[in-house]
């Protein structure tokens, strides 16, 4: 039986290219015809719409931008919750946990499961098949869908509760946020004191300076200065903002979530919300007047 798979970008790509590269016939949709075209390379059949990938198949993964393009693929008229065939629907995307428990309520009373299962790992963990995969919801589900999961990542059962592995997700992603900043704020100081950024990333790495910052995004984005590694900053500021909303839905003040926001919030403003995140060097760059990477050289 085939799959289908909604959402054919940076990271849903090289997803559901490894699904049909398992064996699996992969049935997709996007609103870019550009990348449905690009997906008939691997095989995929394309459909007109989510309601028509849910009425061709079962299982229904989706790997979306934005909680309203998640809701609409979902919930939305033309929604997989109109489809006739669809037992399953697994939203790939991060969307917070209020999201995943709207969409989870009204594909139940559907009839139709729903397992939030957000990844991380970025896009070469997708194409290498590498991601975390959070995921909650019913675990029998869970237990139905691990070995299509494992084809593109490692399954973590998180919670029955819907939107558990949501929040896990924010909490996640805020520590790789936190972690980029700082890590991008420091170099930018050292650069200004006149240290070498290829030799501090070397101390850090060294050291217990050491994050996945300076282990893979500096050294893979930053000092080349290609600024490719696959995430937009857009993205990044969606999933801030959402570990805020959540954490003062919990009535805790979060200090160190709201200076890590406000950095992201000016890379945001100065450098667009299509620039690579780890472009949030960029702006600390201006106010120093230094270069951190190979122009520095
Ligand atoms: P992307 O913008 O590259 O891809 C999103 C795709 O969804 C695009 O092809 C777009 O055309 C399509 N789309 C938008 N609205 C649609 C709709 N209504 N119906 C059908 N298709 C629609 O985003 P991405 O980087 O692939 O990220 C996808 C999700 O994965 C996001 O929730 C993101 O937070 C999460 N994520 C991304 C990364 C990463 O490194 N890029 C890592 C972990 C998690």
């Given at each position: 039986?085939?799959?289908?798979?909604?959402?054919?970008?940076?990271?849903?790509?090289?997803?559901?290219?490894?699904?049909?590269?398992?064996?699996?016939?992969?049935?997709?949709?996007?609103?870019?015809?550009?990348?449905?075209?690009?997906?008939?390379?691997?095989?995929?059949?394309?459909?007109?719409?989510?309601?028509?990938?849910?009425?061709?198949?079962?299982?229904?993964?989706?790997?979306?931008?934005?909680?309203?393009?998640?809701?609409?693929?979902?919930?939305?008229?033309?929604?997989?919750?109109?489809?006739?065939?669809?037992?399953?629907?697994?939203?790939?995307?991060?969307?917070?946990?209020?999201?995943?428990?709207?969409?989870?309520?009204?594909?139940?009373?559907?009839?139709?499961?729903?397992?939030?299962?957000?990844?991380?790992?970025?896009?070469?963990?997708?194409?290498?098949?590498?991601?975390?995969?959070?995921?909650?919801?019913?675990?029998?589900?869970?237990?139905?869908?691990?070995?299509?999961?494992?084809?593109?990542?490692?399954?973590?059962?998180?919670?029955?509760?819907?939107?558990?592995?949501?929040?896990?997700?924010?909490?996640?992603?805020?520590?790789?946020?936190?972690?980029?900043?700082?890590?991008a704020e420091?170099?930018v100081m050292?650069a200004k004191?006149?240290?070498?950024?290829?030799?501090?990333?070397?101390?850090?790495?060294?050291?217990?300076?050491?994050?996945?910052?300076?282990?893979?995004?500096?050294?893979?984005?930053?000092?080349?200065?290609?600024?490719?590694?696959?995430?937009?900053?857009?993205?990044?500021?969606?999933?801030?903002?959402?570990?805020?909303?959540?954490?003062?839905?919990?009535?805790?003040?979060?200090?160190?979530?709201?200076?890590?926001?406000?950095m992201?919030?000016l890379t945001?403003r100065e450098e667009g919300?299509?620039s690579?995140?780890?472009a949030i060097v960029k702006p600390l760059e201006k106010v120093a007047g230094v270069t951190v990477g190979?122009a520095a050289?």
């Amino acid at each position: 039986m085939a799959i289908g798979f909604i959402g054919l970008g940076n990271m849903g790509f090289p997803m559901a290219s490894r699904l049909a590269a398992a064996g699996h016939g992969v049935v997709t949709y996007d609103t870019r015809q550009e990348a449905t075209e690009r997906a008939k390379g691997f095989g995929a059949l394309v459909a007109s719409s989510p309601r028509d990938v849910a009425d061709r198949t079962e299982t229904v993964f989706a790997s979306l931008p934005s909680l309203q393009a998640s809701s609409h693929v979902a919930i939305g008229e033309d929604g997989v919750i109109g489809g006739s065939r669809i037992r399953l629907f697994v939203d790939l995307s991060t969307v917070g946990s209020q999201v995943a428990q709207r969409n989870h309520r009204h594909l139940m009373d559907r009839g139709i499961a729903a397992l939030d299962a957000p990844v991380s790992g970025g896009v070469s963990g997708a194409q290498n098949g590498t991601l975390a995969i959070m995921v909650s919801g019913p675990r029998h589900q869970y237990d139905a869908v691990t070995a299509l999961l494992t084809e593109i990542g490692r399954p973590i059962f998180v919670s029955e509760k819907p939107g558990g592995a949501q929040t896990m997700k924010l909490i996640n992603n805020l520590m790789a946020a936190a972690t980029l900043a700082a890590t991008a704020e420091v170099v930018v100081m050292g650069a200004k004191a006149g240290l070498d950024p290829h030799v501090m990333i070397d101390v850090l790495n060294a050291g217990s300076g050491a994050t996945h910052a300076s282990r893979d995004k500096f050294p893979r984005a930053v000092l080349p200065r290609t600024f490719d590694y696959g995430f937009a900053t857009g993205l990044m500021v969606k999933d801030v903002r959402l570990y805020l909303e959540e954490a003062k839905a919990l009535g805790l003040p979060s200090q160190l979530a709201k200076a890590t926001a406000d950095m992201w919030e000016l890379t945001l403003r100065e450098e667009g919300a299509e620039s690579d995140f780890t472009a949030i060097v960029k702006p600390l760059e201006k106010v120093a007047g230094v270069t951190v990477g190979e122009a520095a050289q």
